[in-house]
């Protein structure tokens, strides 16, 4: 046995995170990927958890991944395309890595970054109000740099971050991405959210300087989460680490994600007709 990183990709949208839960009936990404371990006997149906076993980091419910990663005492032949074999099909192991016996997934990544596809029309559109590209920008370089971020999470302890925001339009949708060395909890969604204000207008970018203030904010001036499907763990890096990807189980997993797009999309022109049809 020996230690391996895999990479892990999945849509989140049908469990309650990446972490397993108390409750036994709540179904998560880890509980998906120990169950297939159990049943290629990597793992001993009495077991906890795998030895070695460590995770990249901890996902909200609904929240997909393309780069999760975890490690563990493996054997050869655990294969991504073998652990595919047992996983369900909206989980998928993509790509591997030999690590070190002393690696951990969680404290050796030096750089995580997470998407979000957030829909941000540039003009009002159905009732949703118009982001201007210039204040949404703004606020992204504001909210970059070296905070303390207290104001932006339920955590109360190590909520210093160095972040960095980048924006992209993309015809109605503006894709956000977030880079750090960690995360605290709901702080993505967060920034979304406060960069979303600003750029509809809805607050003015000196709300920014007030949120990363170290005196807490008044429950009426929080700072909601942005809803989470949109939401892509993307990357974490390991710069001692390299993953070669798995051919055949990359293709399952192209496969797989291709046909989830197309069925989403079919089900927005559905919803679309349903609307259009009582205009």
């Known amino acids: 046995m020996a230690r391996r990183a895999f990479r892990i990709a999945y849509d989140g949208t049908d469990y309650h995170g990446f972490q397993r839960q108390p409750q036994p009936d709540v179904p998560t990404v880890?509980?998906?990927?120990?169950?297939?371990?159990?049943?290629?006997?990597?793992l001993e149906p009495d077991a906890?958890?795998?030895?070695?076993?460590a995770a990249a980091g901890r996902?909200?419910?609904?929240?997909?991944?393309?780069?999760?990663?975890?490690?563990?005492?493996?054997?050869?032949?655990?294969?991504?395309?073998?652990?595919?074999g047992r996983l369900p099909a909206d989980v998928?192991?993509?790509?591997?890595?030999?690590?070190?016996?002393?690696?951990?997934?969680?404290?050796?990544?030096?750089?995580?970054?997470?998407?979000?596809?957030?829909y941000a029309p540039a003009t009002e559109t159905d009732g949703a109000p118009a982001v201007d590209d210039d204040r949404f920008h703004a606020a992204c370089e504001a909210l970059s740099g070296t905070h303390d971020v207290r104001n932006l999470t339920p955590d109360d302890h190590n909520t210093e971050r160095s972040l960095t925001l980048a924006a992209e339009r993309d015809g109605d949708y503006i894709v956000l991405t977030v880079a750090a060395g960690g995360f605290s909890r709901e702080l993505v969604r967060r920034l979304v959210s406060l960069a979303r204000a600003v750029g509809t207008?809805?607050?003015p970018r000196e709300k920014i300087d007030r949120v990363l203030e170290p005196e807490p904010l008044p429950g009426h001036e929080g700072?909601?989460?942005?809803?989470?499907?949109?939401?892509?763990?993307?990357?974490?890096?390991?710069?001692d680490l390299e993953f070669e990807i798995?051919?055949?189980?990359?293709?399952?997993?192209r496969s797989v994600f291709d046909r989830r797009r197309i069925d989403r999309r079919t089900g927005a022109r559905v919803a679309g007709q349903l609307t259009d049809g009582m205009r």
């Open 92 to 118: 998928r192991a993509w790509a591997a890595a030999d690590a070190p016996s002393d690696f951990h997934a969680t404290h050796h990544a030096t750089r995580r970054a997470y998407t979000y596809h957030l």
């Open 30 to 42: 880890e509980d998906a990927i120990f169950d297939a371990l159990r049943d290629l006997s990597v």
């Open 246 to 253: 798995d051919d055949e189980a990359a293709q399952s997993a």
């Open 223 to 239: 700072i909601a989460p942005a809803p989470p499907e949109p939401l892509v763990l993307t990357d974490v890096r390991y710069p």
């Open 201 to 203: 207008g809805d607050a």
């Open 59 to 84: 996902t909200d419910a609904g929240v997909s991944a393309l780069a999760q990663t975890i490690a563990l005492e493996a054997p050869d032949w655990l294969a991504p395309r073998a652990l595919n």
């Open 48 to 53: 906890d958890k795998p030895a070695g076993y």
